[in-house]
Structures are given as structure tokens and as C-alpha cells.
């Protein structure tokens, strides 16, 4: 059980308290509830950008990591398709450095050429290094687009194409960090050894003085129902051909999202799995086959992903893996295969609260969700599910006309 005690201060930035006087550390973390989806389809890349950008210094703090450094801190960030988040970890002792750190950068980031140039420089070289210079690395780039016709989700976050970062203006930056980066659009959650008036007074000192900014309406188009079945190929210069198959899944608050989970783990967790079992063990026909969900917030990405075994026919790859879907779909799953994959789910969630930062990251997320509690209870949502559920949901995902499958030859 997480407990935790939550306000808000005047300008909507809202504040989650988790006391742990168990550790001398402290942890102050900040979502911003902005991603790669809420970019310009024409200046993508940009939430990706500012993370780096956040860490070029502010107004009042030219060097980020000095100050941190010195009080035994450390700090680090990352984007997704629907959030950034900005996380420190020090001694408690330290932590109104923290305070101090944050609160400046939101109120005032630094924007200067220089920093701009240095930055975009970094990430164009990450766009190259690692999705255009690597075997496979192109695949989300090519993927998204066919899996998303409506959605902004088409894209990654590292942006659609490296020309929009390399165009990125100092202005657009700014017009971004205005709409963005303010505290009606962020959730901080502070942990660890630290009581709950301090933090208030610490917030109230800190935080409260920033201007709330403009909320930030999000009205996203919505992807239509797949009513037909995508089929790419692409070659390149990769070790082994590769089969990638897509299934749009409910979102991360709806319903079926639960179920859907529990099915990748059916598929593809550990080396019991079926997918494991039968496509690699049993009947070897890849070197590597593996099931998994992107957990984005609107309509996701159910992903199966195979290296297949050279001289094996691509055709029969695809229809194997089909047989294992069906199978789902035909008949109930064992009711010891569910408890493992449930049993296995409760421990990572339960392991995964014993570390102090993720237990300020999923309060962060759940509250953003509606309701951090949900750190308590969403785990009553896997546990009651039962094998026709899973079949159920199975029926709903696993359509021909829905599926989106990129064949990926070797030269």
C-alpha cells in the first residue's frame, strides 16, 4: 500500500506527498502532460527536443548539473508519445536544491541560440546513430505511419523526419515551452524522507509564484476502426529478415487494456511461454519472437515481432504465428497459465514499489490518469480476469482486417 497526501497550489500545479523514513534519500519528480502526440505534424520531434533543451541551464542557473552535483544529486528526464518527465534523486537533507532546480527551469529556460545549436545537434546525431545507422532501427519510422492513418501517435518521438529538427526555430521552441511547460500542465510528486508540511512550504516558496499559463486543451484527431489488412515489405542491410505484426488495443484507462496485457505475457513472457515454446523450441522457425504493448494512453499498439531462422519461408512464419493467435481465440487459455502470468504481473508491480523513484514516477502517472489511489487498486483490474475474458478480448484484437504486418527482408 502507497500512501500518499496530495494539494494543489493556486496556479493548478498539483503536488503528491509520499513520506519514507526509511531511506535518507529523497526524490522530487515532475510529469509534464505533454508528449510527442501533442506536436505540429510538421515540427515534430520537439517534446523529445526540450528535454534536452531542459537541461541547457535557466535564467537564474546557468550550469543544471553543477548545483546537483555538489548536494549528492542525480538527475535525468525522458519523453514518450504522451508524457515527459523530469526526475532527481538526492539526500533529503538536499532537497530544496531540488526545489530550487525545478522551479527555475519551468519558470524560465534559458533559450539562446547557442544552446538551441548545441542540442539539436545531439539529437539529429541520436536520429541517425540509432534509427537510421542501425539494423531495424528504421522500423517505427516506417511502422507508425501504417499503423496510424488519423492519430498523431503516427509518429515517434524522436519526430517524423530529422529535417524538423534541424529546422526546429528559436521561436517555435519558445511557442512550445509557453503552451507546455507550466504548472496547470504538471503533477510534481515529492518522496522519501520528507514530511508533508515542509513540502507544502517548500512548494508555496518555490512553485506558487510561477504564472499558471494557458491551459492546454488536448483534441487529438481519433484513429478509425481498421477496417482492412496493411501489408508492407521493405529490404535492408540486416542480419536476418524480420516479421512485424500489428494490432490497435484500447488504450491504457479502458476497458480490455488489462486483458490485452495479460495476453502478451501469455504469448511471449519467458521461455515458457507459447510463442517461445512452440515457434522456437519445439518447431524452431525463429531465432527470437516476442509480444508486447506500447501502454500509450489513447488507442495502442499490440506488437509481435519475430527474427526468423534463415532458409525459413516468411509466408509460413506468418501463418504460424496466425496459428498461435487463433488458438487464443478458439480455446479457453489454462487456468495455470493465467495464475502464473497474474501471479508474475502482481510481483513486478510489487517489486517495482519498493524503489522509491518509481513509486514518485507511477504516483505521477496514475494521477494524470485521475486518480494516483489507482497505484493501490489497479491491480484488482488483472486479478479478476478470468479465461473467458482473455479469449473474449482475444476475438476483439486478433482480426485479419485489423492487422497491420511489415515484412522486413535482409538483402
Known sequence: MVKFEKFTLENGLRVLVHEDHTTPMAVLNILYDVGARDENPDK????????????GGSVNIPS?????QRVGGENNAFTSNDITNYYITLPAVNLETAFWLESDRMLSLAFSEKSLEVQRNVVCEEFKQRYLNQPYGDVWLKLRPLVYKKHPYQWATIGKELSHIENAKIEDVKAFFKKHYNPQ??????GGAVNL?????????WFAPIPAGQKYERD???????????????????????????????GRMEAGYAETDLISDILSQGKSSRLYQNLVQQNPIFSQINAYNYGSMDTGM????GKLLPDTDMAYADECIWKELDFLKEELVFEDELTKVKNKYESTKE????????????LAFYELFGDANLINTDIENYLKIDAADIQKQANS??????????YYLAK
Open 44 to 55: 515534430t520531434g520537439f517534446a523529445h527536443l526540450f528535454e534536452h533543451l531542459m537541461f
Open 64 to 68: 543544471y548539473d553543477e548545483p546537483l
Open 185 to 190: 500542465n504538471a503533477i510534481m510528486v515529492v
Open 197 to 205: 508540511a515542509d513540502v507544502k512550504k517548500l512548494s508555496e516558496k
Open 220 to 250: 487529438l484527431p481519433q484513429e478509425p476502426i481498421q477496417t482492412e489488412e496493411v501489408i508492407e515489405t521493405i529490404e535492408a542491410d540486416v542480419p536476418s529478415n524480420a516479421i512485424y505484426k500489428v494490432f490497435k488495443m484500447p
Open 302 to 305: 499490440f506488437v509481435i515481432e
Open 351 to 362: 517489486f517495482g514499489e519498493m524503489s522509491l523513484l518509481d513509486k514518485a514516477m507511477n
Open 397 to 406: 484484437l486478433f482480426k485479419k482486417e485489423a492487422a497491420t504486418t511489415l
